[in-house]
């Protein structure tokens, strides 16, 4: 396991990663030339990086390679479509500028969740002395409101702890079946799918103003990594273009392609204005995901509060209710 994460980079390191790739092709440098330097400006992922390029020189895949260092199939994906069309330095820095507003928002909700934290864990060690040593005195009592109070929070709690869970799980996947999982959860789902959408739609427009066309996006798209976004929609979309479905019709039948592309379509633009036109809408939802994600930050210390504030009373229920009803008894 440990050999196992040694070959994998971390969140900040594949950020590290694809802001170096960017910046050395973008001053003209070559892709080969590039990896070549790569151990020797980064001398702490040395021999991971010199397999790579080692692998890379032997005509392995770029996208394949950074999916085995810990990128996302959807990454991967888009890797390779940017080398087909020529457009890495674009693709790279648009993924950089992604995975730098997910470092900063996991840095956000740190920030918001460490204060609730330590409540919590202040909250569960004063239960666990309630429970220990003031409960036994009034082991005697009927009254058990409070307990039954505690119970349904612990419980709801769980299903919190639940939920956070299978969402991480989902989002490392990335794949098509995760991500539309992920659409249907409440809270995130609506970020979710304006993630995908904008990774769509830029996709889209690329490959539009490099002059694809629409079958030979699709047959593009699916033989990209199995199970990745792009190859499922790519393949998707191939099939009822097939069976004699309307594009419009598919689009609108897509849970992650957007509706705003019908219109586009029918504005009757030439491939390069309606390439750039998606890098336009790409644009926009890409500030809408940004909106909403800090939006679903600030909300989450508030919610952890809450749900602190109940748990508070229901170990006060717990401690006075028994007293209350000795004294009634008296």
Not at 177 to 190: A, D, E, F, Q, T
Request: aromatic share 8%; net charge positive; glycine share 6%.
């Amino acid at each position: 396991m440990n050999n196992f994460k040694k070959d994998k980079l971390t969140g900040q390191e594949q950020l590290a990663f694809l802001d170096y790739l960017q910046n050395s092709l973008a001053n003209g440098f070559a892709l080969n030339t590039s990896l070549e330097l790569m151990p020797i400006l980064w001398p702490k992922r040395r021999k991971v990086l010199a397999s790579l390029n080692q692998r890379m020189t032997l005509g392995a895949d770029l996208g394949q390679e950074m999916w085995h260092l810990g990128f996302s199939k959807t990454i991967a994906a888009q890797v390779d479509l940017a080398m087909e069309q020529g457009n890495l330095p674009d693709c790279l820095s648009q993924l950089a500028t992604l995975n730098r507003l997910k470092n900063e928002q996991i840095k956000k909700l740190k920030t918001e969740m460490s204060y609730p934290i330590v409540l919590a864990v202040m909250m569960i060690s004063l239960l666990v002395f309630m429970q220990t040593f003031v409960s036994n005195q009034f082991a005697s009592s009927n009254e058990h409101t409070g307990d039954v109070m505690l119970v349904g929070l612990l419980g709801l709690g769980l299903l919190f702890l639940y939920y956070f869970t299978q969402v991480l799980t989902l989002l490392r996947k990335q794949d098509y079946h995760s991500l539309k999982r992920l659409v249907h959860y409440p809270i995130i789902g609506s970020a979710v799918k304006l993630y995908v959408n904008y990774l769509l739609v830029y996709d889209i427009g690329l490959l539009v103003a490099s002059g694809f066309s629409l079958q030979k996006m699709c047959q593009y798209a699916a033989n990209q990594e199995p199970g990745s976004l792009q190859q499922f929609i790519g393949v998707k979309v191939n099939r009822q273009l097939a069976k004699g479905k309307n594009l419009s019709q598919i689009i609108k039948q897509e849970i992650f392609l957007p509706n705003e592309l019908v219109i586009l379509l029918e504005t009757g633009s030439t491939k390069g204005d309606l390439g750039k036109s998606c890098l336009l809408l790409g644009q926009t939802l890409f500030t809408d995901l940004t909106s909403k994600i800090e939006k679903l930050i600030v909300n989450v210390q508030p919610v952890c509060f809450i749900l602190i504030g109940l748990c508070i009373i229901g170990m006060y229920l717990k401690l006075l209710l028994p007293m209350y009803a000795m004294m009634q008894q008296i």
